[in-house]
């Protein structure tokens, strides 16, 4: 029996680093030796040792199970139909059903957490997360980013009554226009380095931006600004939001000024879990999955 003790103890001890990296091959020789590999003449404690290594693993396959089946995934909820909360109070969206069914195609579960802008990186980088989404960087150690998950196909919105015409982005400084936080950031260098605040954090006297995109579709809904920038599914989503207590009836021009769309990643705590999440997002774009979820918003 001191070797069963012993075995276990060390099973509790070891289990993390048996299921990092190549530790799966690690696993697979101990089940070689122990278990599959013949008895060795002579040595009477090998079917105790066998059964002792058996029961550890057995632990340590159940223990690591049970924390794998779920993994907490972080949402800034704030982009609605990509992200938002429905009306039970859950995290709900295009972007929440991509990440539960990638995980899904892992074998995981997900656990929502709704998390601010400025929380997202602090969460993963404490544990707090597993995964965060909608986000873009490079690696580094505890932070590795995926392929692209959510496209936000961004247009700037103006009244038909007012006649504007805009061909490129830079005809955006003869209009007040309001966009998300930190937008200036987030439609490629040209935008950046057009609308980036100054050393003393000041903005353009065009440029107007909101800490949500419910209070963005407000201030272009009561004629503040003449232009709004936002991806076209959120701005339809707020329009009908909206319509019980602003006036959003006026007819609007679309403008296609930005030819690129603004493509987020979700960042994630372990890096094989990464190549793994890349993999099967891969699949899902190809055999029509992801499509099946965006087109299920309208």
Not at 8 to 15: E, G, H, M, N
Not at 109 to 133: E, H, T
Not at 209 to 231: I, K, L
Not at 273 to 282: E, Q, S, T, V
Request: proline share 4%.
């Amino acid at each position: 029996m001191a070797v069963l003790h012993d075995v276990v103890s060390w099973s509790l001890f070891a289990s993390d680093r048996l299921f990092s990296g190549g530790g799966w091959i690690t696993v697979g020789l101990l089940l070689y030796r122990y278990i599959l590999a013949p008895p060795c003449a002579g040595r009477g404690v090998g079917t105790v040792a066998r059964w002792s290594v058996w029961i550890a693993l057995t632990l340590i396959l159940v223990g690591r199970c049970a924390d794998a089946a779920d993994l907490t995934v972080g949402f800034n909820i704030d982009r609605p139909p990509y992200v938002y909360l429905d009306a039970a109070g859950s995290v709900a969206g295009i972007e929440v059903e991509v990440a539960r069914a990638v995980l899904a195609r892992l074998g995981y579960g997900m656990k929502s957490r709704a998390l601010s802008k400025s929380r997202m990186l602090p969460a993963l980088k404490g544990r707090q997360a597993d995964i965060i989404m909608s986000v873009h960087g490079r690696d580094e150690p505890g932070v590795y980013y995926s392929d692209g998950v959510v496209e936000y196909w961004n247009i700037a919105v103006s009244r038909q009554a007012d006649r504007i015409r805009l061909a490129s982005a830079a005809d955006l400084d003869q209009y007040r226009f309001v966009i998300w936080q930190r937008g200036w950031a987030d439609l490629g260098p040209a935008f950046a380095a057009r609308y980036r605040p100054d050393a003393q954090g000041r903005f353009r006297n065009n440029y107007f931006q909101s800490s949500t995109q419910d209070a963005q579709a407000r201030v272009f809904w009561a004629r503040r600004v003449e232009v709004m920038v936002v991806d076209r599914l959120v701005f339809q989503w707020y329009r009908r939001q909206l319509a019980a207590t602003m006036n959003t009836d006026d007819d609007v021009d679309y403008h296609n000024i930005f030819p690129h769309p603004t493509v987020f990643a979700a960042a994630l705590a372990d890096r094989d879990l990464r190549d793994r999440f890349n993999a099967a997002l891969k699949a899902m774009r190809a055999d029509g999955g992801y499509q099946n979820i965006v087109n299920r918003y309208p």
